[in-house]
Every structure is written in structure tokens, then in C-alpha cells.
């Protein structure tokens, strides 16, 4: 079975709307793949990425906010048509 772009993107989507407020190895883990497969996001991800972030009640531990503003961030600059890396 291939896996294409779409079913990737959704499953990461997926395992984004997971990680939130998660104290595990997941919010991290979750980044490295939004930022290993940015290719396969659109404008409307990002702005999702950034929106679900502030809506979040509880972001997890120091370390996981940590990790979420860094995805905030990123996500800005994917926006304004920067390559973050």
C-alpha cells in the first residue's frame, strides 16, 4: 500500500489534534513530521495550527509549550512565504 500526499497530511493533522495538551513524547515527535513533510501543507493548515494553539486550555508541560510556540512560529513564517527551517 503507497501512502500519498493526502492521506499523510490528514493523518498528521490528526496526530496534531492528539498531541495537543499531551505530557509525552508526542508533541515533539509531531513537529518533526509537520516540519519534515511542510510540503504537503496548505496556507489553511497553518493558520489552523496557530488558532488551535491559542484555543488550547492546556498545552501540557513547559516543554510542550515550548514545542507549541515553536510550531506557532513556524507556522507564521510559512504564512508570510519564509522557509523556516
Known amino acids: 500500500m503507497e ?3 493526502k492521506d499523510l497530511r490528514l493523518t498528521i ?3 496534531f489534534r492528539y498531541s495537543l495538551g499531551r505530557m509525552t513524547y508526542m508533541p515533539g515527535h509531531t513537529l518533526n513530521m509537520i516540519k519534515n513533510c511542510q510540503e504537503i501543507f496548505r496556507e489553511q493548515d497553518w493558520k489552523s495550527f496557530i488558532k488551535e494553539i ?5 498545552l501540557g508541560m513547559d516543554c510542550d509549550k515550548r514545542t507549541w510556540n515553536e ?7 510559512k504564512i508570510e512565504g519564509k522557509n523556516p527551517k
Open 3 to 5: 501512502i500519498n500526499n
Open 13 to 15: 493533522l490528526g496526530c
Open 54 to 58: 491559542d484555543e488550547c486550555k492546556n
Open 71 to 77: 510550531l506557532k512560529e513556524f507556522s507564521k513564517q
